[in-house]
């Protein structure tokens, strides 16, 4: 007599026992497992069913939670209006195409970065293979990008020399109409001599004249740039660094460059590792040294003095920073993981003192990197979920009220995109409020089936009135 039975794992088995008139003797035999079919490849560029550029919706499902959410979490009582459509020049598959840098909605348009991570120095017959960013204007009116900058042409590095392939701090714009920002590697293993690495760039372009200028390369020698800020009024531009080197022992220094005098007129150690508060009311610049996680003690750097920063007795977590309201206040998020829960604090830039707010997350999610206040100074808005893992929570994006301490998620972006179009909105680096508080613009690292991205694709979303009153 033979039994059989079948049990299904990681692969499938088949145990097969026979018996005997004097004992039982069991023997297995493994089936191979059936090979899974590979995903079709992902074309690029990414694109919108029926060759549409931009499609916007509003539906009901924006405001249907997902499971993970807590029960004290407020849902918008009206949905949003959504513009989504895909950022151009993913004509190639990237390493992969991701956000990193944080944007800026000014003068009634939206500036934003992004790259394909690739710096592989050698382009083996495909110039794509070297790396690039690109850095995009946004008109919402016109529902149509404008390419700025492309990193690679404007850099115009020989072959086997380093390219940067991010923008990872944030994009500003001084008084003059010039749009700033920094470079960053792409892979972290070409930062080195082998090649020809001095350090990465400041470069700045004026939209309305087109015109482009890279204003030092290397302001800390051998350093990449991923964390600026920049005083608008007084053009001094903002770093904290990250050693190219891994022998350089992880160091993170801190400078300050002088863009009308082209120098730097501040270097110094235990810099900011991933962002700085800066006081438009007073020009001081306020960071945790070295950390991201978790909270901190924050230093002060003056630029009427500029020598070391300053230990000042507040502690704050910082991840992530607002611009100043009108009432003077930052707001900042602790970057939460494996250093906790994230937390959302108030800092006043007269008294210098913070205060918690309480926990940002409202569901599974708290990683977050970017966060913006609305121009009354009453709303913020964040997504969770940064680094991958945002559609856990229904790709959530919350409104905080900084009166109340609430929390309202004003729209749930998955699984609404995914199942009318076929992409995952997995998390962002890199969003912005319009000046007039109406429209909130996400940069969104997404996923069309790759691993945890493949291409970036912005939404704007159209906050209803009636859930930005008081």
Not at 56 to 78: R, W
Not at 187 to 201: A, I, P
Not at 378 to 398: C, F, N, Q, T, W
Request: hydrophobic share 30%; net charge neutral; charged share 25%.
């Amino acid at each position: 007599m033979v039994q059989r039975w079948w049990v299904l794992g990681c692969a499938l088995t088949v145990f097969c026992v026979e018996t005997s008139t004097s004992h039982a003797q069991k023997t297995a035999a493994k089936k191979p497992a059936a090979k899974k079919e590979a995903p079709p490849p992902l074309k690029f560029p990414p694109t919108l069913p029926n060759g549409e550029r931009v499609v916007t919706d509003k539906s009901e499902a924006f405001l249907k939670p997902s499971e993970t959410i807590g029960k004290e979490i407020a849902i918008a009582k009206t949905p949003s209006t959504v513009d989504f459509l895909y950022f151009p020049r993913q004509d190639y598959e990237g390493k992969p195409w991701s956000n990193w840098g944080n944007s800026l909605a000014i003068n009634g348009k939206y500036y934003a970065s992004i790259g394909d991570h690739y710096s592989q120095l050698s382009s083996k017959g495909d110039p794509n293979l070297i790396g690039n960013a690109f850095v995009f204007e946004y008109d919402p009116q016109k529902k149509s990008f404008r390419e700025l900058v492309e990193v690679r042409k404007l850099l115009n590095m020989p072959e086997g020399h380093y390219v940067p392939a991010k923008i990872h701090g944030r994009l500003d714009m001084d008084d003059e109409g010039w749009l700033y920002f920094s470079t960053h590697r792409g892979s972290t293993t070409v930062t080195v001599d082998k090649f020809h690495y001095q350090g990465d760039w400041i470069i700045r372009v004026h939209p309305e004249s087109g015109k482009t200028e890279v204003l030092a390369c290397g302001p800390v020698p051998k350093h990449c740039i991923p964390n600026s800020v920049l005083d608008p009024h007084r053009k001094i531009f903002y770093g904290g660094t990250a050693a190219g080197e891994k022998s350089d022992g992880g160091s993170v220094r801190f400078f300050a460059y002088d863009v009308n005098k082209k120098k730097v007129i501040f270097d110094g150690p235990d810099g900011p590792a991933r962002y700085m508060i800066f006081a438009k009311s007073t020009g001081k610049i306020y960071y945790t040294p070295g950390k991201e996680d978790g909270v901190g003690q924050l230093v002060r750097f003056d630029p009427d003095q500029p020598g070391p920063p300053t230990p000042i007795d507040t502690e704050i977590g910082m991840r992530a920073a607002t611009q100043e309201t009108p009432q003077g206040i930052v707001y900042t998020v602790s970057k939460g993981g494996k250093a906790g829960e994230s937390l959302l604090f108030a800092f006043d830039t007269k008294t210098e003192k913070a205060t918690e707010l309480g926990p940002a997350q409202v569901g599974s999610m708290n990683y977050i990197t970017t966060i913006d206040a609305d121009p009354t100074g009453r709303y913020l808005y964040y997504i969770p979920g940064a680094h991958g893992g945002s559609e856990r929570d229904g790709s959530a994006v919350i409104q905080f009220d900084v009166k109340t301490k609430t929390r309202k998620v004003i729209a749930f972006l998955h699984p609404f995109y995914q199942e009318k179009y076929g992409v995952t909105l997995a998390g962002t680096f890199s969003s912005a409020v319009d000046p007039d508080g109406s429209k909130l613009y996400i940069n969104w690292n997404a996923n069309r089936g790759g691993r945890s991205w493949d291409c970036c694709a912005l939404t704007v979303i159209h906050i209803p009135e009636s859930e930005r009153r008081p």
